[in-house]
């Protein structure tokens, strides 16, 4: 059995359908589920997440000290004020981002360890269909949403982008990256 066939063969099962989508569970996809909630109630929706548990940039940065570079009374959603300091470390925003999770029961729709790899739109039956892959146990499935919400920011999670400069090769410091 060559691969494409193996991965059809897993994904056999039927999709899991859901109203909405959400790709991340950073602090974009959060709130994207709390306004969910509170905007369109009873609507269906799954947050897939590569991860192990949500948090995005704040759970991949972990370079001592890291922290927040702008107030975070802006940063914060505006349905729950921000109180802690104004600017304040990865450990608070995921804490606060914690509570959201917590007090708006969003932690039960999210999937964790779920990759998305694919998804194409259909006009034929107006639904999007997404592949993830399980990253715990390689299993793929499928996913049907009649609307995809793209919360996934703008970093390669799974490695730093790392620069080439002239001279590198010679230099004899250190080169750390965040
Ligand atoms: C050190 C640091 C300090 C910062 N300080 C500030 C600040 O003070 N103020 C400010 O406004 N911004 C700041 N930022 C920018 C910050 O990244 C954004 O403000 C914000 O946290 C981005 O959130 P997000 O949810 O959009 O994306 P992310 O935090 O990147 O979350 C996206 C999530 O989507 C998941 N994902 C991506 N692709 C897939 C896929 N194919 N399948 C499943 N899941 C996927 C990722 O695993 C991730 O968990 C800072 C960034 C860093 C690194």
New binding site residues.
């Given amino acids: 059995m060559n691969e494409q066939t193996a991965i059809k063969a897993q994904i056999a099962t039927a999709p899991t359908h859901v109203d909405v989508l959400i790709?991340?569970?950073?602090?974009?996809?959060?709130g994207a589920a709390y306004h969910l909630g509170d905007q369109r109630p009873g609507t269906s929706y799954l947050i897939?997440?590569?991860?192990e548990k949500?948090?995005?940039?704040?759970?991949?940065?972990t370079y001592p000290g890291?922290?927040?570079?702008?107030?975070?009374y802006?940063?914060g959603y505006r349905f729950k004020p921000w109180t802690g300091k104004p600017?304040d470390t990865?450990g608070e925003i995921l804490d606060y981002m914690q509570e959201v999770i917590d007090e708006n029961g969003i932690g039960p729709n999210i999937r964790y360890q779920?990759?998305?790899?694919t998804a194409n739109w259909s006009n034929e039956v107006n639904l999007w269909t997404l592949e993830?892959v399980r990253t715990d146990t390689g299993e793929h499935l499928l996913f049907t949403a009649n609307f995809l919400w793209m919360?996934?920011?703008?970093?390669n999670?799974d490695q730093g982008y790392t620069p080439e400069w002239d001279g590198m090769a010679d230099f004899k410091g250190e080169i750390i990256h965040?």
């Fill in positions: 790709v991340g569970a950073g602090i974009s996809g959060i897939l997440e590569t991860q949500f948090g995005g940039t704040w759970r991949t940065h890291v922290r927040s570079d702008s107030d975070l802006t940063f600017i990865a779920h990759k998305i790899l993830a919360c996934q920011g703008y970093y999670h965040p």
